[in-house]
């Protein structure tokens, strides 16, 4: 907000005001009178310079500001002024292209300037005007591509390069077997014998419908993880915190340097990291809860968390089943050691101290309770070893 411009303005227009003063003596007002509207005037642009500066910090305080702190105007006022920076970023955006295609404009124009005064060597002006009407086109219908023209623009291109890898990959491979073959061998294929030809060309439609959905649906779950990022910055704060793992950027960037696209780029953040893909999988789940929700990232971080907990629950419980197993066979075989020489109750009353101890020297190995184990060990003695 420009306070300076807008107070200049309001100068500006009070001195108009006053040039069109009439020129009747009569109707004229006195010094004294003129004197009185010029302070007027001033303490006029003075207040309305102190109620813009005010405005200006309150708009700022504002955004410092985290959403619960604010209460229901300011959240509304708030939500306002982030989607007049949204719009002044889109308008920056466009209004780089458009600054390109006006230097290429120009650049065009002094071009056939040159041509049409023989300053350089017409053939090469030419070429060169080519180039640049040739990228100028090529701006200017990108500019009115929508979303969904490029995204058919890249399955496009992303087919026709799996079919070449496919031809490559499965020449030698037998026909029936083949995902993709040249047109003159699948005419030569119809040549001899049309019924497997034509079954193995609805199997190749079949297979490229599927490979364009799914496709398709990678690209959507890469860019739905990564616009929820963007728009929540906030609450990934938090999320990250949290769950550093799923800070991807340094290796997403290294991917891109690689020349991956973005399908490969998600396919391989899922394969390289566990708790990356279960987060997506959380956001596919219910995307309307986490990617309508300011607090989106959080509650994906609480969902988390509940099923990494239950993983680690089970394999709390196996680990334990298998020291008790461990636990009830040394048990058995100390008892069975003990049961030969045992023949009356007061021949295990004399080897008790003795086995007592073997128990105690087994939990310490196996970091148990002793106390436990030894009580375990009594009840299984007296339930007759059941």
Not at 14 to 42: F, I, N, V
Not at 180 to 195: A, F, P, S, T, V
Not at 298 to 305: A, H, R, T, V, Y
Request: overall charge negative; proline content about 2%.
């Amino acid at each position: 907000m420009d306070i300076d411009k807008k107070a200049k303005e309001l100068l500006e227009e009070a001195k108009k005001l006053r040039k069109g003063e009439s020129k009747d003596a009569s109707s004229a007002p006195s010094a004294e009178t003129k004197k009185t509207k010029e302070e007027l005037e001033k303490e006029k642009l003075d207040k309305e310079k102190v109620d813009l500066e005010a405005k200006a910090k309150q708009d700022e305080e504002i955004l410092k500001k985290k959403d619960e702190e604010l209460d229901a105007d300011e959240k509304k006022r708030k939500g306002e002024l982030l989607e007049v920076q949204k719009k002044d970023d889109e308008k920056k955006e466009k209004s780089n292209v458009q600054k390109r295609i006006d230097e290429l404009t120009a650049s065009r124009k002094t071009l056939e300037k040159d041509v049409l005064a023989e300053k350089a060597d017409k053939e090469a002006i030419k070429a060169q005007l080519a180039k640049v009407e040739a990228e100028l086109g090529t701006l200017k219908k990108d500019l009115s591509k929508t979303p969904q023209d490029i995204l058919k623009e890249n399955i496009k291109k992303e087919m026709s390069t799996r079919r070449e890898k496919y031809i490559e990959e499965d020449k030698k491979l037998d026909k029936t077997e083949r995902r993709e073959m040249i047109q003159e061998e699948l005419d030569e294929w119809k040549n001899e014998d049309w019924d497997s030809a034509n079954e193995w060309i609805t199997r190749r439609s079949l297979r490229r419908v599927r490979e364009e959905e799914g496709y398709v649906q990678q690209k959507r779950d890469g860019e739905m993880f990564s616009n929820l990022l963007k728009k929540q910055s906030e609450s990934e704060k938090k999320l990250i915190e949290k769950h550093p793992e799923l800070n991807v950027a340094e290796r997403t960037k290294a991917l891109e340097e690689e020349g991956k696209k973005p399908d490969e780029i998600f396919k391989t953040l899922c394969e390289e990291n566990p708790k990356y893909k279960l987060a997506s999988e959380i956001l596919k789940s219910s995307p309307e809860k986490f990617v309508l929700s300011e607090k989106g990232p959080e509650l994906i971080s609480e969902e988390l968390d509940k099923r990494l907990s239950k993983v680690n629950e089970t394999s709390e419980v196996e680990e334990m089943k298998k020291e008790l197993a461990e636990v009830k066979a040394e048990l058995e075989r100390v008892k069975s050691l003990d049961s030969p020489i045992t023949s009356n109750r007061s021949s295990e009353t004399k080897n008790e101290p003795e086995m007592t101890s073997e128990l105690r020297n087994l939990s310490k190995e196996l970091g148990l309770d002793e106390n436990k184990v030894i009580a375990r060990a009594k009840k299984r003695e007296e339930s007759g070893g059941r």
